[in-house]
């Protein structure tokens, strides 16, 4: 039976205009995913329309599937070779095809299984899922972020011993007092745009990380989603970019969606078996039905 691999991600939130909060009457994050997954919306990434379909929202109304694809594009040229007259010329060529994926969200949450294949990767379906919540306006801006299959800090608690750290830091934009002091003092005054602290060690020896200052550069890094990898001395390695929790979900390749969403649904249950203890109280209850 062919597959699918299926990432979990979250919706967070940052609220980047704080001072309209007062006078605007801001949505929950159930109404403004309501309002997101708008199948009369489309966006362009990467050279793709990107549109989604009529969302259907679960009994219980905590949950909403969807489909999210793009379409094929409608004519398309190529350089080809005409053996008559022995010279170059443009052709009409197949259309490329279109394709999607399905996907489903709790509501109280936000948290999201949805399944990837061979056109749409987890980072496609991750970012054009996170444009499609920007495009309804609010003071917020709203993040899609990949739940991690296991944190840092669980991961060197397991490993013990470390060879290699190597953390990523981008310029901030345009807060540099929440940079961590040792970011900070390099990037600020060398107007660096980025800035890559590889730490090694010999085999012999692991490195010593009990310094306060790596401990806070590492921790700004993973939680701006910058990048941190790591070696162990015996080998086994920990890297932020594709530490994303996924599993493996059975499908058959004429599924309804109905059957694809319960697939989506069973996977989602078993793999994060208490998605509200994730999310804040005042994120709203789930779907009223209205």
Request: aromatic share 8%.
């Given at each position: 039976?062919?597959?699918?691999?299926?990432?979990?991600?979250?919706?967070?939130?940052?609220?980047?205009?704080?001072?309209?909060?007062?006078?605007?009457?801001?949505?929950?994050?159930?109404?403004?995913?309501?309002?997101?997954?708008?199948?009369?919306?489309?966006?362009?990434?990467?050279?793709?329309?990107?549109?989604?379909?009529?969302?259907?929202?679960?009994?219980?109304?905590?949950?909403?599937?969807?489909?999210?694809?793009?379409?094929?594009?409608?004519?398309?040229?190529?350089?080809?070779y005409n053996e008559d007259t022995?010279?170059?010329?443009?052709?009409?060529?197949?259309?490329?095809?279109?394709?999607?994926?399905?996907?489903?969200i709790h509501y109280p949450s936000?948290?999201?299984?949805?399944?990837?294949?061979?056109?749409?990767?987890?980072?496609?379906?991750?970012?054009?899922?996170?444009?499609?919540?920007?495009?309804?306006?609010?003071?917020?801006?709203?993040?899609?972020?990949?739940?991690?299959?296991?944190?840092?800090?669980?991961?060197?608690?397991?490993?013990?011993?470390?060879?290699?750290?190597?953390?990523?830091?981008?310029?901030?934009?345009?807060?540099?007092?929440?940079?961590?002091?040792?970011?900070?003092?390099?990037?600020?005054?060398?107007?660096?745009?980025?800035?890559?602290?590889?730490?090694?060690?010999?085999?012999?020896?692991?490195?010593?990380?009990?310094?306060?200052?790596?401990?806070?550069?590492?921790?700004?890094?993973?939680?701006?989603?910058?990048?941190?990898?790591?070696?162990?001395?015996?080998?086994?390695?920990?890297?932020?970019?594709?530490?994303?929790?996924?599993?493996?979900?059975?499908?058959?390749?004429?599924?309804?969606?109905?059957?694809?969403?319960?697939?989506?649904?069973?996977?989602?249950?078993?793999?994060?078996?208490?998605?509200?203890?994730?999310?804040?109280?005042?994120?709203?209850?789930?779907?009223?039905?209205?």
């Amino acid at each position: 039976m062919p597959t699918r691999r299926v990432y979990f991600m979250q919706i967070t939130t940052i609220d980047r205009h704080p001072v309209q909060l007062s006078f605007y009457d801001t949505q929950n994050l159930v109404d403004h995913i309501d309002e997101s997954l708008n199948p009369e919306s489309y966006l362009m990434y990467r050279g793709r329309q990107w549109r989604l379909s009529l969302p259907i929202i679960s009994n219980d109304g905590e949950f909403v599937a969807g489909r999210l694809g793009f379409q094929a594009v409608d004519v398309r040229h190529e350089m080809a070779y005409n053996e008559d007259t022995f010279d170059f010329e443009r052709r009409e060529a197949p259309p490329a095809r279109g394709t999607l994926i399905h996907y489903i969200i709790h509501y109280p949450s936000g948290c999201i299984a949805i399944e990837t294949n061979k056109d749409i990767s987890q980072r496609a379906a991750r970012a054009v899922l996170e444009k499609f919540l920007n495009k309804p306006y609010s003071p917020r801006k709203y993040k899609v972020e990949f739940i991690p299959d296991t944190t840092f800090d669980e991961w060197l608690s397991e490993v013990r011993e470390i060879k290699t750290l190597q953390v990523r830091i981008d310029r901030p934009n345009p807060n540099w007092a929440a940079l961590p002091g040792i970011g900070r003092r390099i990037m600020q005054p060398s107007d660096a745009q980025h800035l890559d602290l590889i730490l090694r060690t010999s085999v012999a020896r692991p490195l010593n990380l009990d310094n306060e200052e790596i401990e806070d550069l590492t921790r700004y890094s993973i939680s701006h989603d910058q990048g941190v990898s790591a070696e162990s001395i015996r080998g086994r390695r920990f890297n932020t970019r594709t530490n994303a929790k996924n599993r493996r979900m059975q499908v058959e390749e004429d599924d309804i969606p109905r059957r694809r969403f319960m697939r989506l649904y069973d996977l989602f249950q078993l793999t994060l078996p208490d998605p509200d203890d994730n999310h804040d109280e005042n994120d709203g209850e789930g779907h009223n039905g209205e």
